[in-house]
């Protein structure tokens, strides 16, 4: 039987319930209504995303899988083995279980907000490759990337799938990425899957699909904001909106008043009048130029990439 002491989990995110609803007051009380997008991850958040995924609108996980399968023996080359495997929002771990075989890490690292959240995914994992030493870390990577003296330092390979740079603004996802780059070691590198520029009505359609999975998505966010900061939103009140803004080259989600209405919570309120919006979360769509020169600027050498026959997707790994 596999060697189940092999493994651990550290959690370094303490949740803080006030600093979340004076967060979340600011952003509803700002002139143009606003709140992060992981707020959009509840439970049923999480389960809805996982549906938009199976999506015939939703391109990015679909192309992003035919991409590494496609060039898996020539992603493994480039990455190489034994490395420490740094696998950033690792969610239920199968992008990354997906190369184990290939690129045989010496540890694994899977990172996501709450080490309970990785705990069975982890445990499965453990069965199937016992040699592969796995260590689970409950952190915020967002606002840091000090890993724990249980990682490894030797030849980190940071793995950053499903485009969720993306969701950051440019100036942010250069902050991001240059603390990836800090916290790389000697040869080290990022292998990154990137979303790209293309045409605007097929972007349209992956983040408002003909089902409203993507809008329920969406609107889900307000039941999330009645048990976190204890509001009243109604979500019959509200339409979900998602659409490329072209100049932003970036999809833009927003929750839209169907009337004017006002929402409540317990030491405040808005009005909103019809039509009005609360803008819920962005994704950045790169051209292959752009995120190289992104790359460059956060230290990172020109990387190799891999990208689809129609250039929808691109997966990056570049060394630090
Ligand atoms: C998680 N992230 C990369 C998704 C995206 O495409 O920006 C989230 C999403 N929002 C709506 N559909 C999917």
Known sequence: SPDLSHSDFIQLYRRDDEAI?????????????????????????????????????????????????????????????????????????????????????????????SVDFLKDAVEALRQRFPQIRMTGIGMDFSSTMELPSAVRREKRVFFYPGSSIGNFSPEDAGVLLGRIRDACQTDSSLLIGVDLVKDKAVLDAAYDDALGVTASFNLNLLVHLNTLMGADFNVRDWRHRGFFNEAESRIEMHLEARRDLTVHWPDGLRRFVEGERIHTENSYKYTQPGFQQLLERTGFSAAQTWTDERGWFMVCHARA
């Open 21 to 113: 609803r004076a967060e979340l007051r600011a952003g509803m009380m700002a002139d143009r209504a606003m709140t992060s997008p992981k707020f959009l991850y509840d439970a049923l958040g999480s389960k809805l995303f996982e549906a938009i995924c199976e999506l015939p609108e939703y391109y990015p996980t679909r192309i992003e899988r035919a991409i590494f399968d496609t060039y898996l023996y020539d992603i493994a080359r480039s990455v190489g083995r034994g490395a420490t495997l740094i696998d950033l929002g690792a969610g239920n771990c199968a992008k990354a279980a997906y190369l184990f075989p290939l690129l045989q890490p010496l540890q694994y690292v899977p990172v996501d907000i």
